[in-house]
């Protein structure tokens, strides 16, 4: 057994989310004027993940807006429910996921960003699928890692989305490595790279490539970003840095501030018509544009000033 062996298996166990129960499940959480319908939905990899789908009542004989939610690091799919009511109550459809290594999905040797962005992909396919879908009104809600794999798939992937909206978003990973690095008390140089170097190998991607201050400014699509003034975990200067990153390629971003820390389920209470006015303001634009318009859809929104 060598030390290179050693050193990955110690690393993953160190970086592995916990599990953590929907409580109470899904199934049992109240809901009005809509449908509540689980499922399994297969993965390229041959992994299940565990998904909801959550109709208004209106949609079953009209195509709706449809947003797919995405927990973050160590939470789940129950952990996103004070989203649900506003979206539903507004006539959205609403798909909920465990990521892989997550609530009710199956494990794997690791997960990351990569592998959330991959799985909202998943779920995205199978949601345009399902009656009463409109695939062309597609959007991402997210949180923390979960954002940060909305704006990456935003950016690379298939489907299209229409809109993103992101909570507590991260700028870049590598920051959020060497917080962690700090936290443990080992040290930034040699330790510190090394540890960075080996994430990056493992998870198949360079942080570069996969950082949301690069991926929101390839983004065509208007996004949200929702961030907690007493976040700590992740500071409200990432979220400024995200919008200038995007204003600077052109792109359409607003921000959100909120009073309320990285977890923001409490928080969001307050400012959920401000998320369903975004949406419908997209929703809105869509309409007055051509098929062919509509990949640059952020054209047709005044950028956000200053």
């Known amino acids: ?19 953590l129960p929907h409580e109470p499940p899904i199934h049992q959480r109240a809901l009005r004027g809509g449908t509540l319908s689980a499922h399994r939905l297969s993965t390229s990899a ?31 799919a129950a952990m996103m429910w004070p989203v ?13 996921l465990d990521a892989r290594c997550h609530g009710e999905s199956d494990g794997a040797d690791f997960t990351s960003l990569p592998r959330f962005a991959e799985d909202i992909a998943t779920a995205l396919l199978w949601l345009v699928q399902q009656p009463g879908v409109d695939a062309q009104r597609l959007a991402l809600l997210g949180h923390s890692v979960g954002a940060g794999a909305c704006l990456l798939h935003a950016a690379q992937g298939q489907p299209k989305v229409a809109a993103v909206v992101s909570l507590s978003a991260f700028a870049h990973p590598a920051e ?3 917080r962690w690095l700090a936290e443990h008390h080992l040290p930034q140089r040699v330790v510190g790279q090394t ?8 998870i198949g991607a360079r942080f570069d490539d996969i950082a949301p201050i690069h991926t929101i400014a390839k983004l065509t699509t208007p996004v949200l970003l929702v961030h907690g003034r007493q976040d700590e975990a992740v500071p409200f200067s990432d979220a400024e840095r995200l919008a200038e990153a995007a204003w600077d390629a052109g792109g359409y971003v607003r921000i959100l501030a909120v009073d309320g820390p990285h977890d ?7 400012h959920a018509h401000e998320i369903i006015d975004f949406l419908a303001a ?12 509509a990949t640059r859809l952020s054209d047709r929104f005044e950028h956000q000033t200053r």
């Not at 992994?47 to 807006?65: D, E, V």
């Not at 506003?86 to 609403?94: E, F, K």
């Not at 540890?195 to 493992?202: F, G, M, S, T, Y």
């Open 1 to 19: 057994m060598g030390l290179r062996w050693v050193f990955h298996h110690a690393l993953l166990r160190a970086l592995r989310a916990p599990r």
């Open 46 to 76: 041959g992994k299940q993940l565990a998904a909801w789908l959550i109709r208004p009542n209106a949609s079953a004989s009209t195509s709706a807006p449809t947003v797919l939610v995405m927990h973050g690091w160590g939470a789940n």
């Open 84 to 96: 649900v009511q506003p979206l539903v109550d507004t006539g959205h459809v609403v798909g909920l």
């Open 176 to 178: 959020v490595m060497r």
């Open 195 to 202: 540890i960075l170097a080996h994430v990056q190998e493992v």
């Open 264 to 270: 923001l389920r409490e928080a969001l209470e307050p």
């Open 282 to 293: 997209v929703w809105r634009r869509m309409a007055t544009l051509k098929p062919s318009q």
